[in-house]
């Protein structure tokens, strides 16, 4: 045992207590803030007895076995900064960082503080945050890596060592014939050729096209590195995040609005007067998060200076303090938002000095830095080679040139069709002809009259009755909305648009603050200021080195790719076809990161196999609804030929991998830059380790972790860009990249650089060099550089105020136009029928929802609806002690006259059923007037089977798991029972019969489906 672990003297899972949990006040009254399943009976069994980790109890932070660190957390993706605190090693407690503003409300200490005066200056942060002692110290930690000892999902692994590992994952070979296996499994060698994947299909790219890396949590930072790999090394075009299951639905909405120019953007807390808030729980689970956005939402409303209107299908913990809640049906938020668009427009109630602004200039006079398309032509002329996009001058004029032919076209205030750079206001709702070349008329409608025409095929009842509200809470919410003007704006978020038909939704939603007049503006709907300052290069180039490869063909999972570009669609209309349908979705339009859709790519072999598979801190088959249904897919070797894990722990997932690599926690790494999220602010937060790496080491003294398994593997394979000079610094110099701060800590040198940081004091630069474990790595940068790169560490970023960001109402930075009208979505093509998607609002779209979310199914009443609760995030925080002895299940949550109905009471035991699992799961009940009538709502983060609540054979496990002895018995890992409680909403979600039972998906932007799986509650004994 190492001298590390020695000091951590973690307990089994057979040691309960309520101790810590009484303790840690802080913790607890977060978590009641905002609970409403609270149940304190029977305590979770105890996972770290002897770790006596208490925030706060009575540590002088000037003492001299104190360090204190400024990171970013990694509790959730919300990116608030931390103050970590360290004694003798071990991470103890973890407060605010006073200069991030995600830790003050906004009001952060001016930049120019002296690091130890700011050290009595308080900062918040949530119960995730003071979790990272539990999280880090968890026993079921793997330390060591594992290879698969039996077959895939047997939970028989075998320690193995560095060398071994690197040599098998590079080479290849008959790896498990000790298992009686006599397939070759492939190596990373094997995929360094630029060879087709398929000579029948050129255009998907390379053989290295057969290297899939999936990620889970990734931020700036590791995800530069991973692409440094993935992409410059290895030439692969499969790096794909996890986006759609991490929000990609009210990203959509967005995405089509900006013209893919940005997909987060939120409402204003700070100055808006009203804000609309569609399935974002802002005082749970938002980003910036509940510290920030959620706190500063309940001061002003507190103050009286805001009001808010929750539109959720549950009562989320804002209806503390919302001016109202519609409990709308699940899935028609769209419908709910059309319906208000509808009132907007008939009443007049719509913001025409903005809509009618052209241009930028135009908007800017108007108060705002973004206009709208609203007033541009789009051509509608069947007869047009061009119907669906804009008009542009060219159309009209043949001898017009450069910029100007390119430029829209408007109607000016006396008709007549100019550039729409040319005119201050334009004519907004119009459907006519304009003069093209040889006086030939061309059909045109202004964008808003497409969008309006769209809203105006239903009538105000339809909506309300897809929504599920009275007609007149549609009405009534549309005049508070447009009554503050352009300082009421939308929170959109996860629920706003993850199901099927969400991209249409949350463009809806998104169009409500067109009409208001808002975008960009100071109490409006804003995007972030985006990064203070340039990672890539300055000091040193970490993009470019010799032998980069450039990634070229088609993702498996056929985000950002034609199909009408295929040759399957060549050879089938070569047949004698039209070319459709396409044997599976391709998604041209979208954000991206469709991990659900890549899965089943690698299921189906479409459009090509998977050779090898590495999945990085992701558990899809618990985190994607419907995602048992890839159990097969990971477990089948013609599928998955090698699968390789990067995690701290084994998971429900990567239980079928070949091999799992130990991470390093955001504590001990995970090195990043993270700008903010929307709204407003302009910052880099820096994440740095606190703490030294619990993991193993190489022979050289490296931790293994993620850098170090990617470095070596790059070096065993001979791919480029890893290394010997294979960093360009100034003046010709070269730099090795060995280890993972050779990387990182030149990132950090540019940063620094490009934002003229000034050098640090004597005292600063002693502070953390005395502090921050980087430190040790200071060599790596010349004398001055270092010095700057202190005065960023010690305040944990650059950050920049609130009021900085704005030019009176007009925020500086952001986009500069949106869409009423989406020329590109307009083009884009459905791969199953050939039909060009709507360019703007439409309710129903052919083929999908055709009668929408209101039909009953009498086998399967109720709508399913999940959420995240405040003390929890992603699949691992099942590891936060406190959080799970406060809660230590989740809960079936129904409306009292549902329960009554079936006989339910509060407290009983249901199963869940539905017609994707027809088996079902098992949770409590739990009944109140919280949730809709015909819904339950179950949170995340519960009914796990790994993560130390099964029993694995390891031998030797006691050197590779973080709790020892505590945690094994001989062979055999000791499960704690509390950490199987509860259910995972996701194991009855849908899947598509039509599509080989793979998730539910929206066929334009590869949405999973979140919210519209239908399920039968049955009373049981069980």
């Not at 590791?222 to 692409?227: G, P, S, T, V, Y």
Request: hydrophobic share 35%; proline share 6%; net charge positive.
């Amino acid at each position: 045992m190492t001298d590390e672990r020695k000091k951590i003297a973690i307990a089994g899972p057979r040691d309960p207590s309520r101790r810590h949990a009484l303790r840690c006040c802080a913790m607890a009254a977060a978590a009641m803030f905002a609970g409403t399943e609270t149940v304190l009976g029977q305590p979770a069994s105890g996972q770290m007895e002897d770790l006596d980790i208490l925030p706060g109890r009575g540590v002088n932070r000037l003492d001299k076995d104190i360090k204190i660190v400024h990171s970013v957390c990694l509790g959730c993706n919300a990116r608030c900064g931390n103050r970590v605190v360290v004694k003798e090693g071990r991470l103890i407690d973890v407060s605010g960082n006073p200069y991030h503003p995600y830790n003050t409300m906004g009001k952060p200490a001016d930049y120019a503080v002296p690091v130890l005066e700011s050290i009595s200056y308080p900062g918040s942060v949530c119960g995730k945050a003071k979790e990272v002692s539990n999280y880090v110290y968890n026993p079921y930690r793997i330390l060591r890596p594992l290879k698969r000892a039996g077959k895939r999902g047997s939970g028989r692994f075998e320690s193995i060592e560095w060398d071994q590992l690197i040599e098998e994952i590079t080479f290849g070979g008959q790896n498990f014939r000790h298992l009686g296996e006599k397939r070759r499994f492939p190596g990373i060698k094997d995929l360094d050729s630029d060879t087709p994947i398929d000579p029948s299909a050129p255009e998907l790219g390379p053989a290295r096209n057969g290297f899939v890396f999936m990620t889970g949590r990734l931020q700036p930072g590791r995800k530069a590195f991973i692409d440094r790999f993935v992409k410059g090394a290895v030439g692969s075009i499969n790096r794909i995040g996890h986006t759609d299951i991490c929000g990609l639905g009210f990203r959509m909405g967005n995405y089509a609005f900006t013209e893919g120019r940005q997909v987060e953007l939120k409402a204003d807390p700070w100055a808006a007067d009203y804000i609309l808030v569609f399935g974002a729980n802002i005082y749970a689970a938002l980003q910036p998060g509940v510290n920030t956005y959620g706190a500063i939402v309940a001061k002003r409303h507190s103050q009286g200076r805001m009001r808010f209107t929750i539109v959720d299908p549950r009562a989320q913990e804002a209806l503390v303090h919302a001016d109202g809640w519609i409990p709308i049906r699940p899935g028609q938020d769209g419908a709910f938002a059309m319906g208000m668009i509808r009132w907007i427009i008939e009443h007049g109630a719509y913001n025409l000095e903005y809509l009618a602004a052209p241009n930028q200039k135009a908007a800017w006079a108007v108060g705002n830095n973004a206009y709208s398309n609203a007033t541009h032509l789009v051509i509608t002329d069947p007869a047009h080679p061009g119907k669906g996009r804009f008009l542009r001058m060219r159309d009209i004029d043949p001898g017009a040139k450069g910029e100007q032919a390119e430029a829209f076209v408007v109607l000016s205030r006396d008709g007549r069709s100019v550039s729409f750079l040319q005119v201050d206001t334009a004519r907004l709702d119009v459907a006519t002809e304009v003069a093209g070349p040889r006086g030939r008329g061309i059909k045109v409608k202004t964008a808003f009259r497409i969008m309006k025409e769209g809203v105006m095929e239903h009538g105000l009842d339809e909506y309300a009755r897809l929504a599920g509200v009275d007609r007149s809470v549609i009405e009534d919410t549309a005049r508070q909305f447009t009554s503050y003007g352009p300082r009421a704006a939308v929170c959109q978020y996860h629920g706003a648009g993850n199901y099927v038909g969400g991209t249409y939704a949350a463009y809806a939603i998104a169009c409500l603050n067109a009409l208001v007049g808002n975008v960009e503006r100071k109490g409006g709907y804003m995007s972030s200021g985006g990064a203070a300052s340039r990672w890539k290069k300055g000091v040193y180039d970490l993009v470019d080195f010799p032998g980069r490869r450039r990634t070229r063909g088609v993702r498996i999972s056929r985000e950002k790719a034609r199909y009408e570009a295929s040759s399957e669609y060549r050879r089938k209309k070569a047949e004698g076809g039209t070319g459709y349908p396409a044997s599976r979705p391709w998604f041209p339009f979208t954000k991206g990161g469709l991990s659900v859709e890549t899965l089943a790519g690698i299921d189906r072999g479409y459009p090509y196999s998977c050779k090898i598979l590495f999945t990085y801190f992701f558990n899809p088959l618990y985190s994607i609804p419907g995602g048992y249904r890839f159990r097969e897919t990971l477990e089948d070797a013609d599928k998955v030929p090698l699968h390789v894990s990067i995690d701290i722990g084994v998971n429900e997932s990567n239980i079928y991998a070949d091999y799992i690599i130990p991470d390093v926690t955001y504590a001990e790494g995970q090195y990043g830059w993270l700008p903010p999220h929307a709204p407003a602010f302009r910052f880099t937060g820096i994440r740095t380790p606190c703490i030294e790496p619990l993991t193993g080491r190489t022979r050289d003294g490296r931790p293994f972790c993620l850098e170090t398994f990617l470095i070596d593997i790059a070096r065993a394979s001979g791919l480029p860009g890893f290394g010997k000079d294979v960093i360009q610094g100034h003046g010709g110099h070269t730099h090795d990249l060995v280890r993972a701060e050779d990387f990182y800590l030149r990132g950090f040198a540019n940063l620094a650089f490009n934002a003229n940081i000034p050098k640090a004091s004597k005292q600063e630069q002693a502070f953390v060099e005395a502090n921050y474990p980087v430190a040790r790595f200071r060599k790596i940068l010349p004398d001055g550089i270092w010095k700057r790169t202190c005065y960023m560490l010690a305040r944990g970023g650059i950050f920049k105020g609130y009021e900085e960001v704005f030019d009176g109402t007009r925020f500086r930075y952001g986009i500069r136009k949106v869409a009423l009208y989406n020329e590109r979505l307009a083009t884009t093509k459905d791969p199953f029928n050939g039909s060009p998607f709507p360019g703007s609002l439409r309710l129903r779209l052919p083929g999908i929802l055709e009668e929408g979310a209101g039909n009953q199914d009498e086998d399967y009443p109720f709508y399913l609806v999940t959420h995240k609760m405040n003390v929890h995030t992603q699949s691992r925080t099942v590891w936060h002690r406190w959080a799970m002895e406060i809660f230590p299940e989740n809960f079936v949550v129904m409306n009292e006259e549902d329960a009554a109905e079936l006989g339910i009471g509060d407290g009983d035991m249901v199963r869940l059923l539905s017609r994707g699992n027809p088996e079902g799961i098992i949770g409590r009940a739990k009944t109140g007037n919280l949730v809709r009538k015909g819904c339950v709502a179950v949170s995340f983060h519960y009914g796990h089977t790994q993560l130390g609540a099964s029993r694995l054979e390891v031998p030797g496990g006691d050197k590779v798991f973080l709790g020892g002895k505590r945690v094994f018995d001989g062979r055999y890992l000791i499960p704690d029972p509390a950490l199987a409680a509860g259910l995972n909403p996701n194991q009855v979600s849908d899947l598509d019969e039509v599509l080989m039972r793979t998730p539910m998906i929206d066929p334009v932007g590869g949405i999973p489906d979140f919210s519209t799986t239908r399920v039968k509650v049955l009373k049981t004994d069980q």
